[in-house]
């Protein structure tokens, strides 16, 4: 049989679909989860610099307030808890990945989303707060570098959230096939590593603010 004549210019057994289900032919020595290892390692570079430029500048208040006038340790020990809470979740939905329980890995899912937003939402109001009360990033050198390292995470946890729910979409659409299965997997690497860089941050800017 021929084949059809498509408007674009390619024909029906030429033609490319937008999401690929079946795994792609990698060359020998070629692996997708050494690929996002080597993403992650650039990104901890990222954050190894903002935690020395506040190491730096966190000191420097300028004349405005410090650590441990503006930070609230109870707000912020709730938010590190949603994000540990997500973690958890998200490992839960990986048990249940692995076992072909599709829908119950979907539930998990949508509790480590609910559990992101949570910590997103918090972190937003802790940063309209301070900047209604008057320091906001431009207020000193500590406070550039604080909402910089902050911010810079909470644009991580933004863009991990929206992969979640896309990668929720396209495993509702195709099943727990291979190629979604190594996005999940990639996706689990990334937000336990967002978990670890907050760990990092609770400790080193907050609690240590608020005790110097």
């Keep these: 049989m021929s084949a059809i004549p498509m408007k674009d210019g390619l024909n029906e057994t030429e033609k490319v679909s937008f999401y690929d289900i079946d795994e792609h032919e990698h060359p020998d020595g070629a692996s997708t989860m050494l690929g996002f290892w080597m993403y992650l390692m650039s990104d901890c570079l990222i954050f190894a610099v903002l935690f020395a430029a506040y190491a730096v500048l966190g000191n420097s208040y300028a004349g405005g307030p410090s650590p441990k006038e503006i930070f609230e340790l109870p707000l912020v020990a709730v938010n590190t808890a949603m994000l540990l809470f997500s973690s958890i979740t998200y490992g839960f939905a990986m048990l249940s990945m692995e076992e072909g329980r599709q829908r119950v890995m979907q539930m998990w899912l949508v509790f480590t989303g609910l559990f992101g937003l949570a910590f997103l939402s918090i972190e937003m109001y802790e940063f ?4 209604h009360e008057g ?18 995470h909470g644009l991580h946890v933004t863009m991990g959230l929206i992969w979640l729910v896309t990668l929720m979409v396209q495993v509702q659409k ?10 999940l997997m990639c996706l689990s690497m990334f937000w336990h590593f967002l978990d670890v860089i907050w760990i990092g941050v609770f400790t080193f800017v907050y609690l240590m603010g608020t005790l110097r």
């Design 135 to 152: 320091a906001g990033p431009t207020r000193s050198a500590f406070l550039s570098s604080f909402f910089t390292l902050v911010g810079t």
């Design 128 to 131: 309209a707060n301070l900047i």
């Design 174 to 183: 195709h099943g727990l096939i291979a190629a979604n299965k190594r996005r």
